[in-house]
């Protein structure tokens, strides 16, 4: 997906773009980049793949060769970002994160007589550029980025280095992913994730509604466009993608995945599908707090059966080859023997999407003597890969566990009863369970309901985008 950080104050704000920055490494893994404001020579951007090394390692240099009091950073899963820019709104810098769908058609409809940008390899469209050349269609960078974000299919957060050392900082229109505003004594910042600026010493000052556009500058900051009334956050931020430190809307993400857990473990009981366990853990990393969750309801002890190493290989899904990732996934479960061999044990994954990664586990623990291995999904069966967010792991439809299996039950007929496939009382919510228990050789498996997933963020459903639960977006 992607994270941004930036900062303008009346002193040098490397450090803490740098820092700010590398506290959204867990939201992209191919490219980060930098760029700053010095008011001797203007504007300055370095970028660097990320594939292999973390963000931090590849800019330990950048103390010596940048400086200024006002930078923007970005983590990116996809384009080269930030990009420096020359048109007729001056010279800037630019990063956004989320994906454009219509790029081909608004090159042509937009850009065809005149507009130009650049290409990457292969002719692939930068969407960073992309969205530049649609804010350089109006006078003003307002009008720009509404208009940009008002012709996009799919999603548009968008940060502004401008050539005067102030920032430009814009949430999505339907603010699918957010953007927040920190403030300390000497300057602001913006930043997707919370808990990045708080750790710098900033303290909350807002966070931005759908299409609201602010204007930064280290002694003040301006509203240049208000919010609008409607929002369709992302619920999946919550279940997986956000930190455990992170608010989103007021909401901590681990508390909602604590009480997410509970929510599921009362429902088995109420249910009768509260299995005879000896302990409950999460696939780790971000199931374990579902599974924390899970066991305080249940008075079962939380335990770890397996640990993940990471020292070397911190995310499993950093190679670009699936086989790859997961081989690696595979290397870094180091089994605790003691707490498999004869146990009967219920794990809790954040979410289960293909299933390759999570047979290979399961499989893993019978191997080391595991009694029997019940599943929970922290939530709903995934019917839609996103159309709304760049994921480094992105699926079409047919990758997905659940529609494979559907498919298999009931042919593309079986397309038109996705709703009651994703309920676990009717028939085909039974049929499907059942199906991939025996596919992945569990011996219960369950999925969050919606309706669960929902009370655990605690926002209305209305504010929130199911769309790859029940394709609601």
């Given at each position: 997906?992607?994270?941004?950080?930036?900062?303008?104050?009346?002193?040098?704000v490397?450090?803490?773009?740098?820092?700010?920055?590398?506290?959204?490494?867990?939201?992209?893994?191919?490219?980060?980049?930098?760029?700053?404001?010095?008011?001797?020579?203007?504007?300055?951007?370095?970028?660097?793949n990320?594939?292999?090394s973390?963000?931090r390692?590849k800019?330990?240099?950048?103390?010596d060769?940048?400086?200024?009091?006002?930078a923007?950073?970005?983590?990116?899963?996809?384009?080269?970002?930030?990009l420096?820019?020359?048109?007729?709104?001056?010279?800037?810098?630019?990063?956004?994160?989320?994906?454009?769908?219509?790029?081909?058609d608004?090159?042509?409809?937009?850009?065809?007589?005149?507009?130009?940008?650049?290409?990457?390899?292969?002719?692939?469209?930068?969407?960073t550029?992309?969205?530049?050349a649609?804010?350089?269609?109006?006078?003003?960078?307002?009008?720009?980025?509404r208009?940009?974000?008002?012709?996009?299919?799919?999603?548009?957060?968008?940060?502004?280095?401008?050539?005067?050392?102030?920032?430009?900082?814009?949430?999505?229109?339907?603010?699918r992913?957010?953007v927040?505003?920190?403030?300390?004594d000497?300057?602001?910042?913006v930043?997707?994730e919370?808990?990045?600026?708080l750790?710098?010493?900033?303290?909350?000052?807002?966070?931005?509604?759908?299409?609201?556009?602010?204007?930064?500058?280290?002694?003040?900051?301006?509203q240049?466009?208000?919010?609008?009334?409607?929002?369709?956050?992302?619920?999946?931020?919550?279940?997986?993608?956000?930190?455990?430190?992170?608010?989103?809307?007021?909401?901590?993400?681990?508390?909602?995945?604590?009480?997410?857990?509970?929510?599921?473990?009362?429902?088995?009981?109420?249910?009768?599908?509260?299995?005879?366990?000896?302990?409950?853990?999460?696939?780790?990393?971000?199931?374990?707090?579902?599974?924390?969750?899970?066991?305080?309801?249940?008075?079962?002890p939380?335990?770890?059966?397996?640990?993940?190493?990471?020292?070397?290989?911190?995310?499993s899904?950093?190679?670009?080859?699936?086989?790859?990732?997961?081989?690696?996934?595979?290397?870094?479960?180091?089994p605790?023997?003691?707490?498999?061999?004869?146990?009967?044990?219920?794990?809790?994954?954040?979410?289960?999407?293909?299933?390759?990664?999570?047979?290979?586990?399961?499989?893993?623990?019978?191997?080391?003597?595991?009694?029997?291995?019940?599943?929970?999904?922290a939530?709903?069966?995934?019917?839609y890969?996103?159309?709304y967010?760049?994921?480094?792991?992105?699926?079409?439809?047919?990758?997905?566990?659940?529609?494979?299996?559907?498919?298999?039950?009931e042919?593309?007929?079986g397309?038109?009863?996705?709703?009651?496939y994703?309920?676990?009382?009717?028939?085909?919510?039974?049929?499907?369970?059942?199906?991939?228990?025996?596919?992945?050789?569990?011996?219960?498996l369950?999925?969050?309901?919606?309706?669960?997933?929902i009370?655990?963020?605690?926002?209305?459903?209305?504010?929130?985008?199911t769309?790859?639960?029940?394709?609601?977006?």
């Amino acid at each position: 997906m992607g994270g941004f950080f930036g900062a303008v104050r009346k002193s040098d704000v490397i450090s803490d773009v740098f820092f700010g920055t590398d506290y959204h490494s867990h939201l992209g893994t191919r490219r980060g980049g930098m760029a700053a404001y010095n008011d001797e020579i203007g504007l300055q951007r370095e970028i660097h793949n990320i594939e292999n090394s973390p963000f931090r390692t590849k800019f330990d240099d950048v103390f010596d060769e940048m400086s200024g009091s006002a930078a923007i950073g970005c983590i990116s899963d996809s384009d080269p970002q930030p990009l420096l820019m020359r048109s007729n709104l001056g010279i800037y810098a630019i990063c956004t994160i989320g994906i454009v769908n219509n790029a081909e058609d608004l090159i042509q409809k937009y850009l065809a007589n005149g507009g130009h940008f650049s290409t990457m390899t292969g002719g692939k469209i930068n969407s960073t550029d992309l969205i530049a050349a649609l804010i350089n269609q109006k006078s003003t960078f307002e009008e720009g980025i509404r208009f940009a974000q008002s012709v996009i299919e799919g999603t548009a957060n968008i940060l502004i280095l401008c050539n005067d050392g102030s920032i430009i900082a814009a949430r999505d229109r339907m603010g699918r992913i957010p953007v927040l505003i920190g403030k300390t004594d000497d300057g602001y910042c913006v930043s997707f994730e919370s808990f990045a600026y708080l750790k710098l010493g900033y303290e909350e000052e807002k966070e931005l509604g759908p299409g609201e556009i602010v204007h930064l500058t280290a002694d003040k900051l301006t509203q240049l466009a208000p919010p609008l009334e409607e929002m369709h956050i992302c619920a999946f931020l919550w279940t997986y993608y956000g930190y455990p430190n992170s608010c989103y809307e007021g909401v901590n993400v681990e508390v909602m995945r604590n009480r997410n857990g509970a929510i599921m473990a009362q429902n088995d009981a109420e249910n009768g599908k509260l299995a005879d366990l000896d302990y409950v853990s999460g696939v780790p990393d971000s199931g374990t707090p579902h599974a924390i969750g899970y066991a305080n309801a249940c008075h079962v002890p939380f335990a770890r059966p397996f640990i993940k190493y990471t020292p070397t290989w911190a995310r499993s899904f950093t190679p670009s080859n699936q086989r790859e990732r997961n081989r690696i996934a595979k290397m870094k479960q180091i089994p605790t023997h003691d707490l498999i061999e004869g146990k009967n044990l219920l794990f809790v994954d954040d979410s289960i999407v293909r299933g390759t990664q999570l047979k290979e586990t399961v499989d893993f623990l019978y191997e080391n003597g595991a009694k029997s291995v019940h599943m929970r999904s922290a939530c709903p069966p995934i019917m839609y890969g996103c159309k709304y967010l760049n994921f480094s792991r992105g699926t079409s439809d047919m990758d997905l566990i659940a529609r494979r299996v559907i498919l298999e039950l009931e042919g593309e007929e079986g397309f038109k009863y996705l709703e009651e496939y994703s309920d676990a009382k009717t028939e085909r919510g039974k049929n499907l369970r059942k199906t991939i228990c025996e596919k992945f050789n569990f011996a219960s498996l369950e999925f969050q309901s919606i309706e669960g997933a929902i009370k655990a963020i605690g926002l209305p459903a209305c504010k929130l985008c199911t769309y790859c639960w029940n394709g609601k977006g």
